[in-house]
Every structure is written in structure tokens, then in C-alpha cells.
């Protein structure tokens, strides 16, 4: 059973800076991706990176160049959010996708999801 914990959400100035961690366990520690996903009240929820096994990233466009996802060994997903702006506020959500062997950015693709943390950018 994949379990994952989100934290180090909070609230920041536009421009400003938070590094989100995911506490993963229970995944096997081969042909997996991660993903980092937020939701915006009234918004549809969209996604915002992804890491696989073999640190290939993706990210949505928007984020580009400002976020960064890294891992500790399947054990600890991060997202590394710089220059922040309000549309990035929302609640995000880590996920996991084991045996797989690519990844995509679309929910449907993974199976296993964290309780969430909030991510407020005031302008």
C-alpha cells in the first residue's frame, strides 16, 4: 500500500519562494513516477511535474523554468517552487504511479494520492 504525506505548504508574497516535500512509503523502489499536481478552488486540477524512476522530469508550461521536482531514493519527492506568482496558489497534491514505465502528467495515470497541502501567493 503506497502511502504519501505532503508538507511544507504556506503562504507567500508573489515572487517569494516554498519547497514542498512528499513523504512516500510503501513504493517499490522500481519503474515508478511521481507527480506534483494543485487544484485551485473552481479549477479543474492540473499537472504541475513529474519525476520517474530515472529522474526523467516533466513539467506543465506554465511552471517552467521556476519549479523544480527532485527525489531521495522513492522515499521523499520534492517540489522546489521559486518566483512565485498568485495563479500558482492552490492546494497540491503528490502522486504516485508504480510499474510504470514512462510518465505522463494527467491524473488519471496515477493511483495513489496524498491529503494535500495549501499553497496561498498574494500579490
Known amino acids: 500500500q503506497v502511502q504519501l504525506v505532503e508538507s511544507g505548504g504556506g503562504s507567500v508574497q508573489t515572487g517569494g519562494s516554498l519547497r514542498l516535500s512528499c513523504a512516500v512509503s510503501?513504493?517499490?523502489?522500481?519503474?515508478?513516477?511521481m507527480g506534483w499536481f494543485r487544484q485551485a478552488p473552481g479549477k479543474e486540477r492540473e499537472g504541475v511535474a513529474s519525476i520517474s524512476e530515472n529522474d526523467y522530469r516533466r513539467y506543465e508550461e506554465s511552471v517552467q523554468g521556476r519549479f523544480t521536482i527532485s527525489q531521495d531514493n522513492a522515499q521523499k519527492v520534492y517540489l522546489q517552487m521559486d518566483s512565485l506568482k498568485p495563479e500558482d496558489s492552490g492546494m497540491y497534491y503528490c502522486?504516485?504511479?508504480?510499474?510504470?514505465?514512462?510518465?505522463?502528467?494527467?491524473?488519471?495515470?496515477?493511483?495513489?494520492w496524498g491529503q494535500g497541502t495549501q499553497v496561498t501567493v498574494s500579490s
Open positions: 510503501g513504493l517499490s523502489h522500481s519503474n515508478y513516477c
Open positions: 502522486a504516485a504511479a508504480p510499474r510504470r514505465a514512462y510518465c505522463l502528467l494527467k491524473g488519471f495515470f496515477y493511483g495513489n
